[in-house]
């Protein structure tokens, strides 16, 4: 049995643009996870078509039940191959991703379709496909509910890292990471903290001098 995910989503940048970011996505603040990644062929095919295969290497952190059925020397980063075609006249570019190591805990394989959104000519929607599956005998249902899970976050963080990028290269500041969103709510924290403390003493202070000018009222 093999899980399934479709997903649609859509950048608020032109085909053009969101092309140009998919090339420097890496590295992003979103994409930690991602090691390396070198380009291993590229040929423009005679109808004009970009054909590419890049190799990408990123961390592959197994659940602890999991690492219990492997040897401690097993490699903790998995290689992933990527190959695109992109066609620049339909503006559509298509991606297929598969990793090449760790095949019997599990295999993803995804394919994405970019094309200029049918509402906002300015826009880029990405339908994006996936299929989990392993051949551990016992725990295959349980490694492809992890890796459909683990999936959906890689998602999340992909659409990010996109949107900081595409923003970094169009000359905007790009939106704040959640690092930096986190440590300003920190700090604002504080200060709110700080003045209410503040805040706090300044009326003890005062209670404390009402008090005072009671009592010498009585004496």
């Known amino acids: 049995m093999v899980k399934y995910f479709l997903g649609h989503s859509v950048l608020r940048s032109s085909w053009d643009q969101v092309f140009a970011a998919f090339w420097q996505r890496y590295p992003n603040p979103y994409s930690k996870h991602v090691l390396t990644e070198d380009i291993v062929h590229r040929e423009v095919t005679p109808d004009q078509k970009l054909l590419s295969r890049r190799l990408l290497t990123k961390t592959n952190r197994m659940p602890r039940w999991a690492e219990r059925l492997f040897p401690a020397n097993v490699a903790h980063s998995v290689y992933i191959l990527e190959d695109s075609i992109v066609d620049p006249q339909n503006q ?3 991606t297929f991703t598969w990793n090449i190591n760790h095949a019997r ?3 993803v394989e995804e394919r994405c379709v970019y094309c200029v959104n ?3 000519s300015g826009w880029t929607e990405i339908c994006r496909e996936a299929w989990v599956s392993s051949s551990l005998f016992g725990v295959s249902r349980a490694v492809q509910e992890f890796g459909l899970a683990r999936f959906k976050s890689n ?3 992909t659409m990010k890292g996109f949107e900081y990028i595409l ?3 169009q000359g905007e500041a790009p939106s704040k990471t959640l690092v930096e969103t986190a440590k300003e709510a920190k700090e604002k924290a504080k200060e709110t903290a700080l003045a209410a403390t503040e805040k706090a003493k300044d009326l ?3 209670a404390a ?3 005072q000018q009671q009592q010498q009222q009585f004496v």
């Open 92 to 94: 559509t570019m298509t």
């Open 167 to 169: 923003a970094k290269l």
């Open 204 to 206: 003890a202070n005062k």
């Open 118 to 120: 049918s509402d906002n």
């Open 155 to 157: 998602v999340t963080k």
């Open 105 to 107: 805990l599990m295999v």
């Open 209 to 211: 001098t009402k008090q």
